[in-house]
């Protein structure tokens, strides 16, 4: 049978990347797999799994009768992607580096290497949607709107789209799983990677704190009251409720703190009670640093909808478009909306781009 061309898959070791490269292998292709290293393990390499990884992704590639390569992309990493998610933390902000890592490490360094060895696309087991036409590639939302991942992939270029292939694009997770089962992949149950994989399950805190120094300082009120201590701002986002420390207060409610925002200059973690305390909730946000997945900007204004974070169910809007400035206007107030996040806009199934959250 003749193959559609080379196309390198980013074998992971997981459960998606092994069967998107099972169903390239059926659609015709003739499939590579390539094994990304992008940290170099500390005393608690346990945490990031990368050798049990690589076996699942040897194994995997052997009952597929593929090749596996294996690149080192830490360097890489460190420069492009950590440097921006400490300066990040730095400036009081709650950086998303999984959308950084995937336009710079996978869908650019992986990129560049799969070209190099010789490959036509590269493939990743992302649940989204692709549609390339003579003008243009069109980024849309998977067929499992539970695991759809556009919003990490907003800042794909129209270069890496043309290259990229995603196998997964029309199933769910639970046909993955059986599909994985049925070829008979060691890695069918194997529980789906949570978070980004320098950090992987150990406490937030205490790996932040071996690259930035702790700072505590007060946690007040929002009238200025001081009720407690927090160990530095770094470690708190808008609307969290866990982990402050607050007893009960002397004349107030019982009922739970939420971090409503941050005073860097006094290094002074705000608090209020409420849920949906008025200082959470806001129907408007600018953000920069702006993407569009078609390399130009819509003509604004116009409606459509938005995600200030991953899963978050789409929220309408209007948006209006100044150089590398956006405004957002909602329809309802929205929670919790968090500096240094991504946006992501949306018309209908396809996604526009977005920006980070000032």
């Not at 539970?146 to 199933?171: C, E, N, V, W």
């Not at 070829?183 to 149950?189: I, L, T």
């Not at 992987?200 to 407690?228: C, Q, V, W």
Request: charged share 25%.
């Amino acid at each position: 049978m003749k193959t559609k061309g080379k196309v390198i898959v980013g074998l992971s070791g997981g459960v998606d990347s092994s069967v998107a490269a099972l169903r390239l292998l059926e659609q015709g292709w003739q499939v590579e797999g390539l094994f990304m290293k992008n940290w170099e393990e500390d005393d608690d390499a346990d945490y990031c799994n990368a050798a049990e990884d690589l076996a699942d992704a040897r194994t995997v590639a052997a009952q597929l009768a593929i090749p596996l390569h294996t690149v080192n992309f830490s360097a890489d990493y460190w420069d492009r992607v950590f440097a921006y998610f400490l300066d990040e933390y730095r400036a009081g902000r709650t950086p998303n580096p999984d959308v950084l890592c995937n336009r710079e490490i996978k869908f650019k360094a992986f990129l560049d290497h799969a070209l190099h060895l010789g490959a036509d696309k590269i493939a990743t087991g992302h649940y989204a949607g692709l549609q390339c036409d003579a003008a243009a590639c069109r980024l849309t939302r998977a067929h499992d709107d539970d695991k759809d991942q556009t919003y990490f992939l907003y800042m794909i270029g129209q270069h890496a789209l043309r290259h990229s292939l995603f196998p997964l694009h029309d199933i769910d997770k639970a046909e993955v799983r059986r599909l994985a089962r049925d070829a008979g992949f060691p890695n069918h149950k194997k529980k789906d990677s949570t978070g980004i994989c320098f950090i992987g399950e150990r406490r937030f805190r205490d790996f932040l704190s071996r690259y930035l120094p702790a700072n505590p300082g007060p946690i007040k009120t929002t009238e200025g009251e001081p009720i407690g201590q927090h160990q530095g701002l770094m470690y708190y986002t808008l609307g969290q409720r866990q982990g402050l420390g607050i007893g009960g207060v002397a004349e107030r409610p019982d009922e739970p703190w939420f971090v409503v925002g941050k005073d860097l200059a006094a290094n002074a973690l705000l608090v209020a009670q409420g849920h949906d305390h008025p200082l959470l909730m806001r129907d408007r946000l600018g953000a920069s640093q702006l993407h569009w997945v078609s390399g130009r900007a819509p003509l604004t204004p116009i409606a459509c909808h938005a995600r200030c974070r991953h899963r978050q169910p789409l929220q309408d809007c209007v948006i209006d478009v100044e150089g590398q400035q956006l405004s957002v206007k909602f329809d309802q107030a929205q929670r919790a909306i968090t500096p240094g996040q991504s946006i992501v806009l949306y018309d209908g199934r396809v996604c526009l781009g977005g920006g980070i959250i000032d």
